[in-house]
């Protein structure tokens, strides 16, 4: 059956085309600085948000009109992956993302829920046999259950800690037996709502010795996947304690985990920080944690995780950026944690969105590769260091100087001459690159 009988494959046509179902700037093939832009990118599909989700909000209730709606329980989870399927392939997307209860419905015991996860992941291991589609990551949702009211792996109910292990563990499970690149932590309600009535001590370490026993486990089996923490400082709980990448790393450090993980930096979850997306990128990237990205946008009017597609063109160029600097992401990927807005409900909405951020990504990719072909920031940043490079600032960079020294230093200076950062006319330039994009493109 088909699911999406309205769309064919998905093609690149050209900044010219006016057809909404094709790619005006991703274009696969096309090799940027002898890459394809396929590799490049990486793009995976949210599970629950493209085809678990039904738009249900806080004040109404689901409204999405989905060709799978009129299946219930084990029938409504095969018919989404038959629709999942399809989708990658008219997409052309090479990844995909879950958590285990948005591919198979919970049953009325931890074995039954392993039960209905195992004849998903038989019947998704069939379909990857020939499609080109693969897992990016998995994950374990210990949010949405009333049982994880308290969190999980940072849970006061040991009974809760031990069944958020047992879904890890069934979770690490899975990733192996679908040859997924990553495995994702998300701390979903591992935070506290009130110091009130909060160990927090013991629910840090608590969580530590969690990650430790993932770490053991997944040696043990064999399973090869990245592990990545993705920090979200707040929602659903008042204060997560994964808040952003500097406080995840300083728990990573704190407690010997630092060398099993890297970053699932989401750009919402950067600005709900207070932080932007190329920042939570950059961190992660200096500290050689950046994994893979979580592909979406905010509303900097609204204080909530909005999970919007991206299609800011300025952010895209600054996060691939940073992705290029980085090498690429190795094993990580653009993940669309992304969902259609309520008023955008039907089928056909899921390929514009998807077709908006691939492009808007695409863009980003070509402006970034140019900024830095032209040397554009790091000219600047490079004269700017000047002092650092000779005198004083090279004794510093050399750790060749003390306190002393740099107080008779200091004494015999006159007035110290500082310069323009330069930002306005850096920032033109971005919009004159991001303008140029059309350069060499013909269709
Ligand atoms: C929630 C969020 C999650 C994680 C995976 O804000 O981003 O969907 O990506 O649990
Ligand atoms: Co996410």
């Known amino acids: 059956m088909a699911y999406f009988k309205n769309v064919n494959h998905i093609q690149y046509e050209g900044p010219t085309s006016k057809n909404p179902l094709a790619f005006k700037y991703y274009h696969p093939e096309e090799k940027i600085n002898g890459k394809a832009m396929e590799e490049h990118l990486r793009f995976a599909v949210?599970?629950?948000?493209?085809?678990?989700?039904?738009?249900t909000d806080p004040f109404g209730d689901g409204n999405m009109i989905r060709p799978w709606n009129q299946f219930k329980g084990m029938d409504l989870a095969k018919a989404r992956v038959e629709a999942a399927f399809e989708l990658f392939e008219k997409l052309n997307v090479p990844f995909f993302c879950f958590h285990d209860v948005d591919i198979a419905p919970e049953g009325g015991t931890l074995s039954e829920t392993y039960q209905n996860l195992d004849r998903i992941v038989t019947m998704m291991k069939e379909y990857m046999r020939t499609s080109k589609t693969k897992l990016l990551w998995n994950t374990a949702n210990m949010f949405t259950h009333p049982r994880f009211v308290h969190g999980a792996a940072t849970s006061c109910n040991a009974d809760v800690y031990a069944y958020a292990a047992a879904k890890v563990k069934k979770g690490l499970e899975i990733g192996k037996e679908l040859g997924t690149e990553n495995y994702v932590f998300w701390g979903g309600r591992e935070g506290y709502e009130t110091l009130l009535n909060t160990d927090t001590k013991l629910e840090l370490d608590n969580l530590a010795r969690f990650f430790h026993m993932a770490i053991d486990y997944a040696k043990e089996i064999g399973f090869t996947g990245q592990f990545l923490i993705e920090p979200k400082p707040k929602e659903p709980t008042k204060h997560q304690y994964d808040f952003d990448v500097a406080t995840g790393l300083a728990f990573l450090q704190n407690y010997g985990l630092r060398d099993h993980f890297k970053f699932n930096i989401e750009a919402n979850h950067a600005t709900l920080a207070g932080h932007t997306f190329e920042h939570e990128l950059r961190m992660a990237r200096i500290n050689g944690m950046l994994g893979s990205v979580d592909a979406n946008q905010g509303d900097t009017l609204l204080g909530w995780d909005t999970d919007e597609f991206p299609t800011d063109l300025y952010?895209?160029?600054?996060?691939?950026?940073e992705i290029l600097k980085n090498?690429?992401?190795?094993?990580?990927?653009?993940?669309?944690?992304?969902k259609v807005r309520r008023g955008s409900f039907e089928p056909e909405d899921l390929f514009y969105a998807h077709i908006a951020g691939m492009d808007s990504f695409a863009i980003g990719l070509k402006v970034a590769q140019r900024l830095?072909?032209?040397?554009?920031?790091?000219?600047?940043?490079?004269?700017?260091?000047?002092?650092f490079k000779?005198?004083?600032?090279?004794?510093?960079?050399?750790?060749?100087?003390?306190?002393?020294?740099l107080e008779a230093y200091a004494l015999q200076l006159g007035d110290i001459k500082n310069f323009s950062g330069r930002q306005e006319r850096l920032k033109s330039i971005i919009n004159q690159?991001?303008?140029?994009?059309?350069?060499?493109?013909?269709?």
């Open 46 to 55: 949210a599970f629950w948000h493209t085809f678990t989700g039904d738009g």
């Open 315 to 321: 952010s895209t160029t600054l996060a691939m950026y």
């Open 327 to 338: 090498d690429g992401l190795g094993k990580g990927g653009l993940n669309f944690d992304a």
């Open 372 to 387: 830095i072909d032209d040397n554009v920031f790091e000219d600047l940043i490079s004269e700017r260091y000047q002092s």
């Open 390 to 405: 000779e005198g004083v600032g090279r004794d510093i960079v050399e750790g060749n100087t003390d306190f002393y020294k």
């Open 433 to 443: 690159y991001l303008l140029d994009v059309h350069r060499n493109v013909t269709v």
